[in-house]
């Protein structure tokens, strides 16, 4: 059987085993390479692996960072009282959008997911367990996504920390049930925030 | 409610069609294989957007093409409606739906726009079969006209997945973790939910059942439906639903852990069908569950009515032949009295008796080409 040039079927393999791209819009993307300027795909190639050497996990917050402590973390304007829970960076980007919310974050990295293999352990909640023993923390807000994984997460962190008396809120659900937070308009996200309540266990 | 005009490109065996119909009732004759059912399941499918029978969404499209589409125009009383879905081989994109042009992303937010109830003649397995086909009865009937039970539906579903998933791998340990009484509360909380509301549904459906099947047999028999918590515990709307399922989890979670698999909640639920004190699925004829299933099938006109406020399209899969003179007077009565629009497939056309006031439209069908 005919086959593509063995760099070339290495390049389709690499593209299909990024999320959401299958082998024909893998086999697309590795040809649009082939035919980008050699300094294009050179800096392509360069910020690849400088995306890898300079982002950093902030070791307080668990954000996505190039600095460390992050720049949120690191900014003496936030309201230290208050953290926000949510899924990953990109619920960061999302909610400071709204401009709503002063305080500082602590982004999970995940959800509970069994079906992923993920439980409690495999997130950064020991991390956020060391934050409310360690810092004043007047009010803990919950933004994790409403569908199931995402309630089930809050629900578990709700029951893990309502012992150490913190006031636990949980956003409300001005979002689309089972929707991703991300894809969240702006608007929504901001009712959302404002709308939160007392999470009742 | 009424399907004014449909329209099918590459379902099944139609390559294109476009067909007005009335809003009364559409016989449509053919032979064996030649497109009837298909018919029936695409206006299905423009109420549920997926499939009444045992297919995938890629089956139901024409051999040797790689997309289908299915659009109707439906007149209620909300106004006029256009209803299209496409729906594409994986590799180019899956499904599509538009109402009067608007992309949906979730099907939760358009079911009920076209309700349907469906008599085909698989159907007589409400009696005969698998708690599944009790249940997905009920369950079909409430997210049509109730779409936040179809998302509790469906995240259900997700829990329960995830709860297994758990499970498995807790198998053999016998602990239970601080995660699995977080997914073992979720449970709980829309299993409660889910079954309230069937029972709350059941309690409208069952007086009507009742009502038709003594008309249907001049007062001899007595239907009764009854809720079966996990196969067996007969429950009613007032019991406790919350603490019987917790006697559940408490029961079942040493042999669930064992065994990596949950063992009750709604998703084991059934239902009894009695007819004059008996088990109906062990005791009766042919007949009688045959017109068990009419009896219930035109509850659901009635329950469609009394909540949206309108009859459903009525889908007769070659079920009139199977009928017996009185009850097939009898439906034909009730679609008369009511108005309702239905669709009749048939292989003879057998002359009904239709009253001078109905509009019947009669069709002709040969090879997916559908002829006045
Ligand atoms: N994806 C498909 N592509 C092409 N043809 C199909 C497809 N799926 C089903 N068919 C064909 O459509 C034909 C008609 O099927 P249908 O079930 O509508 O028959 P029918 O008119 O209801 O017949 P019967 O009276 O036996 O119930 C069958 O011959 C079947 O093989
Ligand atoms: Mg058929
Ligand atoms: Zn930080």
Known sequence: MYQYAASLT??????????????????????????????????????????KETVKTCPACC???????????????????????????????????????????????????????????????????????????????????PDVEGETTAFYLAKLFKPMGIKITRIAHGLPVGGELEYADTATLTRAMSGRREMNI | ???????????????????????????????????KTNLIEAIYYLSMFKTYRPAQDSQLIKANTNAFAISGAVRSKAGDLKIEVVYRNKETGGKEIKINGLKIRKISEILGNLTVVLFAPEDLNIVKGAPAERRSL???????????????????????????????????????TGELLVWNEQFI????????????VLEKLIPLTRLIQRKLTEGKENLDIRYLLNRQKEIK???????????????????????????????????????????LKYFGSQGQHRTAVLAIKLAELEYFKAESGEYPILLLDDVMSELDQKRREQLIQTIQEKAIQCFITTTEDLAYPWSEKTTTQKFYIEQGVLND
């Open chain 1, 10 to 51: 290495k390049l389709i393999e690499q593209f299909a085993r990024l999320p959401g791209i299958g082998p024909k819009t893998a086999q697309r993307l590795a040809f649009y390479v082939l035919n980008m300027p050699r300094l294009q795909v050179e800096e392509f190639a360069k910020v690849l692996v400088e995306v």
């Open chain 1, 63 to 145: 954000n996505l960072t190039d600095v460390v402590p992050c720049r949120l973390c690191g900014d003496e304007s936030r309201d230290r009282s208050l953290i926000c829970v949510v899924e990953d960076a990109q619920d960061v980007i999302a909610i400071e959008r709204t401009r709503e919310f002063k305080g500082l974050y602590h982004v999970l990295q995940g959800t509970i997911s069994p079906m992923e293999g993920k439980g409690p352990d495999d997130l950064r909640i020991r991390e956020l367990l060391q934050r409310l023993r360690n810092e004043e923390i007047a009010e803990l807000i919950i933004a994790t996504n």
């Open chain 2, 1 to 35: 409610m009424y399907l004014q005009r449909l329209f099918l490109n590459q379902f099944r065996n139609y390559s294109v069609l476009q067909q007005d119909f009335s809003s009364q009732v559409n016989i449509i004759t053919g032979q064996n294989a030649q497109g």
């Open chain 2, 138 to 176: 009920l369950d079909n009937d409430i997210s049509q006209v109730n779409p936040s039970y179809f998302i509790n539906l469906q995240r259900y579903n997700r829990i329960l997945a995830q709860r297994n998933h758990l499970l498995k791998r807790l198998s053999g340990s016998e602990k239970i």
């Open chain 2, 189 to 200: 909380l829309l299993s409660e939910e889910i079954i309230a509301k069937r029972l709350q």
């Open chain 2, 237 to 279: 709307k007032n019991d406790n639903i919350r603490s019987l399922l917790l006697e559940d989890l408490k029961k079942t979670q040493k042999e669930e852990l064992k065994r990596g698999m949950t063992l009750w909640g709604p998703h084991r639920d059934d239902l009894l069908i009695v007819l004059n004190g008996n088990d």
